[in-house]
T-cell receptor, first 114, second 113 residues
């Protein structure tokens, strides 16, 4: 089955700097890659996603890149702000046994230092 | 618009007691439903998923079970809780037959004492 690895597990950056979180996946059939942000005590919320027919997608300060050949994708946050501090999860999704299932990475705790 | 409700928000239960967590979705039909568990400092582990009423698939063997008595209702249960069942439980839904975004509830913090 699918396996998703995520690095780093914790990341501290100064406000205004960029943050990069990387994920690798194992199942070449995975074709949808969402990124979620989870604030303390809450459920994860989608911040950006990318499909396998696209190499890069950007939404304001957030961008995601996908390298299908290498089976890795990354989240880039520019001009970080204190409110970006949260846990970020990547996921890979593919059709398995007739349904789509997410497999999540283990999460990255991002701290933006003011 | 679609919304997902999950309750209770927090729960403290003694070892050996039963468990019932409920999740309901509004504003959509025939969603795919999921239960995840998040242990402290760890990622999201898929426990169960359902593509329709009465259809439950289990991802990992454990002390828990799930049921879907109605199209938009998903229940996580246990007959006898273990200490290791403590964690943050999340319910989620996605459009059926679509590889798209999943929407999560606010979670239930379960502490087994």
């Amino acid at each position: 089955g699918e396996n998703v690895e995520q690095h780093p597990s914790t990341l501290s950056v100064q406000e205004g700097d960029s943050a990069v979180i990387k994920c690798t996946y194992s199942d070449s059939a995975s074709n949808y890659f969402p990124w979620y942000k989870q604030e303390l005590g809450k459920g994860p919320q989608l911040i950006i996603d990318i499909r396998s027919n696209v190499g890069e997608k950007k939404d304001q300060r957030i961008a995601v890149t996908l390298n299908k050949t290498a089976k890795h994708f990354s989240l880039h946050i520019t001009e970080t702000q204190p409110e970006d501090s949260a846990v970020y999860f990547c996921a890979a999704s593919s059709l398995t046994s007739g349904t789509y299932k997410y497999i999540f990475g283990t999460g990255t705790r991002l701290k933006v230092l003011a | 618009s679609q919304t997902i409700h999950q309750w209770p928000a927090t729960l403290v239960q003694p070892v050996g007691s039963p468990l019932s967590l409920e999740c309901t979705v509004e504003g959509t039909s025939n969603p795919n439903l999921y239960w995840y568990r998040q242990a402290a400092g760890r990622g999201l582990q898929l426990l169960f998923y359902s593509v329709g009423i009465g259809q439950i698939s289990s991802e990992v063997p454990q002390n828990l079970s799930a049921s879907r008595p109605q199209d938009r209702q998903f229940i996580l249960s246990s007959k006898k809780l273990l200490l290791s069942d403590s964690g943050f439980y999340l319910c989620a839904w996605r459009l059926g037959r679509a590889n798209t975004e999943a929407f999560f509830g606010q979670g239930t913090r379960l502490t087994v004492v």
